[in-house]
Every structure is written in structure tokens, then in C-alpha cells.
């Protein structure tokens, strides 16, 4: 399957290089734009002062964790998605991030082709 989300801006807050260096990668086939947040609260200024058609929050960030950045996003922008990035270790982890803010989580290590499909369910532009 081909995406091409040549039109949409994708959000990714995550403070790890490699990780993000990773998820560029990803992406990049699908000619979506991609801006980077470093922290939660780069996060929220961003989506704030940006047009972002998406959001892909690291949980475990400084400043502000993931969680509480998408608590504040979603009071100002209920309608953007976000879906988390999680290493949720226990059961307790993964009760959390389903019930939060975001509105769909892929789980660490990243799967490339559910990661796509994930997106491509808000995104939604297939060729």
C-alpha cells in the first residue's frame, strides 16, 4: 500500500534522535510534512502556532510527558489526533495510555507497517 500525505503536517514530539531520525525515515515515502518537538511543551507552542494535521507523542519526554501535553492539546485542539509512542512495560502502562487523551498508541519498537496504517485511519489519502 502507497500513502501519500503530501498535503498534511505530522507533529512528531519526541526528545530521542534516533527514535525521531527513525520515524523521519518512515515517513519521508509518504511526502508528509514533518516538524519535531523536543518536549511537551514545544509540543503544545507548536501545535499552537502551527497547522498540524497530526501528532505523534513520545510519552516519556522532558518538561512535559506526553500524557500531560495531550491533556492540554486536546482542551484547545479536540479535533487533531494524536497517537502515542509507547514502551508500556506492564499492564498498569497500557490501562494508562488507553485511557488518556490520545487517540490510538503503537507500541515501541516501532512496527513500520502498523505505524502507517495507524496514520493512514486519520490521515486517510491512499493511492
Do not use: C
Not at 482542551?75 to 499492564?91: L, V
Amino acid at each position: 500500500m502507497i500513502f501519500n500525505w503530501k498535503l498534511k503536517t505530522i507533529l512528531v514530539a519526541e526528545d530521542e534522535d534516533a527514535n525521531f531520525l527513525f520515524l523521519e525515515k518512515i515517513l519521508s515515502s509518504t511526502n508528509v510534512k514533518i516538524i519535531r518537538a523536543e518536549n511537551g511543551n514545544e509540543a503544545v507552542d507548536i501545535i499552537n502556532n502551527s497547522d498540524i494535521d497530526l501528532v505523534l507523542m513520545d510519552i516519556v519526554m522532558p518538561e512535559v510527558d506526553g500524557f500531560e501535553a495531550a491533556d492540554i492539546i486536546k482542551k484547545k485542539h479536540p479535533d487533531i489526533p494524536i497517537i502515542a509512542q509507547t514502551f508500556y512495560e506492564s499492564d498498569i502502562d497500557k490501562e494508562k495510555v488507553e485511557n488518556s487523551k490520545f487517540d490510538s498508541f503503537i507500541r515501541k519498537p516501532i512496527n513500520i507497517n502498523k505505524l502507517l496504517i495507524v496514520i493512514d485511519k486519520y490521515l486517510g489519502e491512499k493511492k
